[in-house]
């Protein structure tokens, strides 16, 4: 079970850190550090500076993303923070407010 | 999210088939985690964990962290205070130090634990406790917090309600024996029983104690001489009047005898003296 899941009532206030993927049902506040994929699910809140490799949005964030290889912000989502990323894809309907760096 | 028991309606260390909430191996939180389902850790969490329903401690889970769950089963490793509901299972491959709290606790055989056991039910002081501090946590929805609420709007009279929190905060505090021997004054049937074991979270100061406080038999047993803090402690004669005194223009040799303004109680304490 390479994967670290936040129940959609989990709080968690302070820090993440890991390999492994992180899918967050709930509420985060503080800050997350993932090598690998993080996915914020419909109804998932960030409130927490971001970095991992991939991150895909489909709930909330609200904070700095850094992700060293995509950002996936997708319809429906809210995203409010400056987003640093060599790929980053915003669908159509999805909520954003910030800065975005792709490197270039 | 239901927690799969056995017979004796322990909880059970199987895993149920639905999708929980879990911390993986390679995870690791810092911080404090709440929620109101379960959770299964086979990674690390520091910090606090307090959940509504049941937390795993996987065999690869480390936990240092105190602990408030309904249930808890231990299949890894902790380090901090456990303080379940309803029950702890420590399995045999369970590493504990710490205290545990809860009515129901089994220990398998092989499971290492190192701390003290108490299966007192949680009372009243406990969840008086836990409101103070789930407040200076800003947890808002935390079950004693709830409860404590839910008291507060069932008493019906409005005095009791002021009172209580101050009154159980220095229940809490009693020592053993003097609690004793306390509880055979009369006290209201929502008094709560003095839980002896230090509370479980730093607890701020009583905001102004002093101007709360009713003059009423249960005053006087908060007054007591015995559990008095040392800034309680009865002053001497020969020490000036703190507040009053100092107020007043020493030139009226009546008021400073009889001070108007002596601090609420204080009258009965001369009196249980």
Known sequence: MATTVIGSSIVIDGE??????????????????????LVVENGG??????????????????????????????????????????????????SFKGNVDMGG | MATTKTRNNLPTPEASAEVVAHIGAGTRVVGRVSGQED????????GSVRLQQTLFVEPEGVLLAEVIARDVVVSGTVVGNIHAESAVVLTASARV???IRSPRVSVEPGAAFR????????????????????????????????????????????????????????????????????????QPPTAPRAWTTPAPAPRPSPPAPRAFQPVDEDTIIVQHPAIRSSEDRPRRRSEPLPVAAASEPSDDPKKLARPRTLPRGKHKVERVD
Request: with cysteine; glycine share 8%.
């Open chain 1, 16 to 37: 993440i850190s890991g390999e492994e993927q992180l899918i967050v049902h709930g509420t985060v506040k503080g800050r997350i550090a993932v090598s690998d994929t």
């Open chain 1, 45 to 94: 809140l960030v409130e927490a500076t971001v970095e991992s490799g991939t991150i895909t949005v489909n709930g909330t964030v609200h904070g700095d993303i850094a992700a060293s290889e995509r950002a996936e912000l997708r319809p429906n989502c809210t995203v409010v923070g400056d987003i640093r990323a060599p790929r980053i894809l915003i669908a159509d309907g999805a």
């Open chain 2, 39 to 46: 959770l299964r850790v086979h990674g690390t969490i520091e």
């Open chain 2, 97 to 99: 130090v710490g205290d």
């Open chain 2, 115 to 186: 701390g003290a056991i108490s299966m007192e039910p949680v009372d009243a002081d406990e969840v008086a406790a836990e409101a103070t501090a789930a407040r200076s946590y800003g947890v808002t929805r935390s079950a004693p917090a709830r409860a404590l609420a839910e008291r507060q709007v069932a008493a019906p009279n409005n005095e009791v309600r002021r009172s209580a929190p101050a009154r159980q905060q220095q229940a809490v505090r009693l020592p053993p024996r003097r609690a004793q021997a306390f509880t055979a004054a009369p």
